[in-house]
């Protein structure tokens, strides 16, 4: 939202480096140990692969297992034997990029992209500025949850817990989700208008 209210782009840059700079004071002090462990097991899960690296391990496995077409609707062996933990939440992609393979998870991503592509779309299409600025924003938090979970699934990112928008169970993340979704579809039907009605 920063970006398209025409902030510079050296606070941009500024603000990464001084979050560099910080990284590893808040790491040993203001992280505790399960925290560090997360990080560290992240960097390389296979030091402990039946504790603390299990869920990206079991992961990966589930993810590799499914080949190109997958095995199949519920004929996933991670998930369906309970070895994939948090397959129906947080780790959903892995459970069903098993099932239906590499093909599955490329038709998932090519939703969310012309998901994130319409918002973007609406918000920058609009014709007022508060419109833009809610549109933009709304489209990025959708943006940093598929993201993350993403990254988090396939093992680029530490397990932080982070539903999948539209496909992970829950009733919070689906609502707020859909909430978003509506708001950007209001602002595309009155692009002009400066409040929702």
Same mark, same amino acid.
């Given at each position: 939202m920063a970006f398209v209210a025409g902030m510079p782009l050296l606070y941009f840059i500024g603000g990464g480096a001084a979050?560099?700079?910080?990284?590893?004071l808040v790491y040993f002090f203001g992280l505790k140990e399960y925290q560090?462990?997360?990080?560290?097991?992240?960097?390389?899960?296979?030091?402990?692969?039946?504790g603390a690296g299990y869920h990206i391990t079991q992961s990966k496995i589930a993810i590799g297992s499914g080949g190109v077409f997958g095995k199949g609707f519920l004929n996933g062996t991670q998930s369906h034997l309970d070895y994939l933990p948090e397959g129906h939440t947080d780790f959903v992609f892995?459970?069903?990029?098993?099932?239906w393979g590499l093909m599955g998870g490329l038709a998932?991503? &090519?939703?969310? $992209? !012309?998901?994130?592509?319409?918002? @973007?779309?609406?918000?920058l299409?609009?014709?007022?500025?508060? *419109?833009?600025?809610?549109?933009?924003?709304?489209? &990025?938090?959708? $943006? !940093?949850?598929?993201?993350?979970? @993403?990254m988090m699934v396939m093992g680029l990112a530490?397990?932080? *817990?982070?539903?999948?928008?539209?496909?992970?169970?829950?009733?919070s993340s689906f609502l707020t989700v859909m909430i978003s979704i509506g708001i950007i579809m209001s602002i595309e039907r009155h692009p002009a208008r400066r409040q929702f009605g």
């Open positions: 979050l560099a700079a910080i990284a590893p560090q462990n997360r990080v560290l097991i992240f960097l390389n899960p296979e030091n402990d692969p039946l892995a459970t069903m990029a098993e099932e998932v991503m &090519a939703g969310f $992209f !012309f998901l994130l592509r319409w918002g @973007l779309r609406v918000g299409e609009s014709r007022s500025r508060f *419109g833009q600025l809610v549109a933009v924003g709304l489209t &990025a938090m959708m $943006f !940093f949850s598929i993201m993350i979970n @993403l530490p397990v932080a *817990g982070i539903p999948l928008p539209f496909i992970s169970h829950g009733g």
